[in-house]
């Protein structure tokens, strides 16, 4: 069975850090990009970072990039979201998803998907 399963979120003050952590089982791990997706209330889903082993790349949403960072631990079959000096803003459900095919920022582009971790930021 696959598995997704987010978890780190929660409460936090602005200009706090959250880890966020994307623990994946069920699939063949190094043959996906692993990406972290997020759905703020009344919002649309977007892509916030995604890291792609084959490729040895990692991509950011421009709006978050010089705050968060993404890595990965293969052995551990985990992806990690690191946020620092979150915004109000930053508030949402955070999704981790696996793609066979390439880093992107669609959601169609994924086969995979958690089911979401929150992260409330107050001021």
């Known amino acids: 069975e696959v598995q997704l399963v987010e978890s780190g979120g929660g409460l936090v003050q602005a200009g706090g850090s959250l880890r966020l952590s994307c623990v994946a089982s069920g699939f063949t791990f190094d043959d996906y990009a692993i990406a972290w997706f997020r759905q703020a209330p009344g919002a649309d889903r977007e892509g916030v970072s995604c890291i792609s082993r084959i490729a040895g790349r990692t991509y950011y949403l421009d709006s978050v990039k010089d705050r968060i960072t993404i890595s990965s631990d293969n052995a551990k079959k985990t992806v990690t979201l690191v946020m620092n000096s979150l915004e109000p803003g930053d508030t949402a459900v955070y999704y981790c998803?696996?793609?066979?095919?390439?880093?992107?920022?669609?959601?169609?582009?994924?086969?995979?998907w958690g089911k979401g971790t929150m992260v409330t930021v107050y001021s």
């Open positions: 998803a696996a793609s066979r095919r390439y880093c992107s920022d669609s959601q169609g582009a994924m086969d995979y």
